[in-house]
């Protein structure tokens, strides 16, 4: 995923209101199954199996659940905190050396010692292989790792990064057992061998079966006897009617705003319940600064000025997003209102009208905006038929909108073929850092050719470097300034959580969150 982008705009998942299980974890690891296996529907494909390829949501999702992280992400929380290290902390002042202790007795689920070795393989593994699907592309810090004994990891850091904790708490923090990955290939068999909650037992096309990994050690509590995860392929159609036929116990990942619609209104006594839960999922438009009608300044900013977000979000998404104001979502640390300070909240034709004459724009500005439904979903080119029709609305434009499949449409980013188009965010981790690094550091990964030297020279790594990260949101309120005033990118929306479960699913409110964790381990059927 290079870009982090999926497809839907909903990830559906929460729980019931009611009886809902706390698990509070352990220092052993336990479980508490009652026998019962869940079973999971989900629009998303898993792409990889291999921690060092899979860099998309569905495959992340499976690598929380069957390998270990020397960190992870505790309910509801942004901290990383201990998992398979006992502990670990920078080692020096400049936040380039971090050392972490690990667990005692850490076994892989074939019954394999874990020790500093397999930590430091994976790493080097993921590094050397550097897959252009995986996720290599979060680790440019990363120097070497070394082992003094087998309990001790410590990670040498070209230059200082106080998220990388974080990084390590991830999916691509993924430990693999050094006996069964070739250093220097991916695997290609569907299997995985890990040491997290849960091991995998078969891998298809159509499904993924999991159990309860008796050698797991760490802090989750399992609350299950297994998962089998069903996909749907983006069929959201399908995916409906299996949560209504009581196909699968919870839907997961791809509903439409109008299926979730109909089923709450149309089945609340058929023993379906529906969830709002938070997500840091975010959406922008963004602009070819080498374009030569959208590279102007001008057309940016009477955009800006003409874009109403709350009638698109309820017109197209029926209020299951929220209006976006700034590159950093809301309930992320360090996130501002840029756009809404800088443009307003409702459309003005006589600033946008201004903003294209003070560039010499006088006649009615042509403009194509690019979709892709087969990675965004289809309500994708319904949203941007809505942003055409807002900004032709004006008189200022002659909107209109092509949609391209996603391969053509990132080989046609790549070569510089299209003004404005469209991008998907989910986080890797739950920090500013990473809504702002991936698209305007070095080498961003929005191919608009922007550059900004105030961010890429000086916030960007001065951000990076600071371990009191409240101390970071004076740089990134300058940084989201900076963007709203050049406008690269349009923040759109930021995305709700929604779970369609069944009446005896329990403990969903834990399974996701800002992190984008989904814990297998929290779920529980009564």
């Not at 529907?41 to 898993?46: A, F, K, L, Y």
């Not at 309910?75 to 667990?103: H, I, M």
Request: aromatic share 10%; charged share 20%; glycine share 10%.
């Amino acid at each position: 995923m290079n870009l982090r982008n999926q497809w839907p705009v909903l990830p559906i998942v929460a729980g019931l209101a009611s009886g809902l299980l706390t698990a509070c974890g352990s220092e052993n690891g336990g479980t508490g199954a009652d026998g019962s296996t869940v079973v999971i529907g989900m629009s998303d494909d898993v792409l990889a199996t291999d921690p060092a390829s899979g860099y998309d949501p569905g495959s992340w999702l499976l690598f929380n659940n069957v390998f270990q992280s020397l960190l992870s992400f505790p309910n509801g929380g942004t901290e990383p905190q201990p998992e398979a290290a006992k502990e670990c902390a920078f080692s020096d002042t400049q936040t380039k050396v971090y050392k972490c202790t690990l667990r005692d007795g850490l076994k892989f689920s074939n019954g394999d010692a874990l020790t500093s070795e397999d930590v430091k393989f994976s790493f080097d593994r993921m590094l050397k292989i550097n897959d252009a699907a995986g996720p290599a592309i979060m680790f440019p810090m990363l120097g070497s790792v070394d082992t003094p004994n087998e309990k001790t990891v410590v990670f040498n850091l070209k230059v200082p990064d106080a998220t990388f904790p974080s990084k390590l708490a991830s999916g691509a923090g993924s430990i693999v057992d050094h006996s069964q990955y070739e250093e220097d290939g991916l695997r290609k068999d569907g299997e995985a061998v890990g040491s997290g909650p849960y091991k995998l037992d078969s891998f298809d096309e159509d499904s993924a079966v999991f159990s309860v990994n008796p050698n797991y050690k760490g802090t989750a509590e399992v609350h299950n006897s297994g998962v089998t995860l069903k996909f749907f392929h983006g069929d959201q159609t399908e995916l409906k009617q299996a949560i209504v036929d009581k196909d699968i116990d919870i839907a997961y990942r791809g509903l439409k705003a109008g299926d979730i619609a109909d089923i709450e209104n149309d089945n609340g006594d058929e023993g379906i319940d529906i969830i709002e839960g938070t997500s840091a999922e975010v959406q922008h438009l963004v602009f070819n600064m080498s374009d030569p009608v959208a590279g102007k300044t001008g057309v940016r900013k009477a955009i800006a000025y003409l874009l109403d977000r709350e009638a698109l979000v309820n017109e197209v998404y029926e209020d299951t997003a929220t209006p976006l104001y700034s590159i950093i979502p809301a309930g992320i640390a360090g996130h501002n209102t840029a756009f809404f300070d800088t443009y307003g909240a409702r459309p003005s034709r006589a600033k946008a009208q201004a903003a294209l004459q003070a560039d010499g724009i006088t006649g009615k500005v042509k403009l194509t905006l690019w979709s892709t439904p087969s990675r965004y979903g289809p309500a994708t080119d319904d949203e941007f038929k809505a942003i055409a029709k807002q900004l032709n609305a004006s008189g200022l434009f002659d909107a209109t909108v092509k949609s391209v499949p996603f391969a053509q449409y990132e080989k046609d980013i790549e070569a510089g073929k299209y003004g404005v188009y469209v991008k998907g965010w989910v986080p890797d981790y739950p920090d500013a850092d990473n809504f702002t690094a991936p698209f305007f550091g070095q080498g961003n990964v929005l191919g608009n050719n922007y550059t900004n030297g105030t961010i890429t020279d000086t916030l960007i790594p001065g951000t990076a470097a600071q371990s009191d990260r409240s101390a970071t949101d004076t740089d990134f309120a300058e940084l989201q300034n900076i963007v709203a005033k050049d406008v690269p990118v349009l923040p759109i929306w930021q995305a709700k959580q929604y779970a369609v479960a069944r009446e005896n699913v329990y403990g969903l409110e834990n399974c996701l969150d800002a992190s984008t964790v989904f814990r297998f381990w929290e779920i529980n059927k009564g």
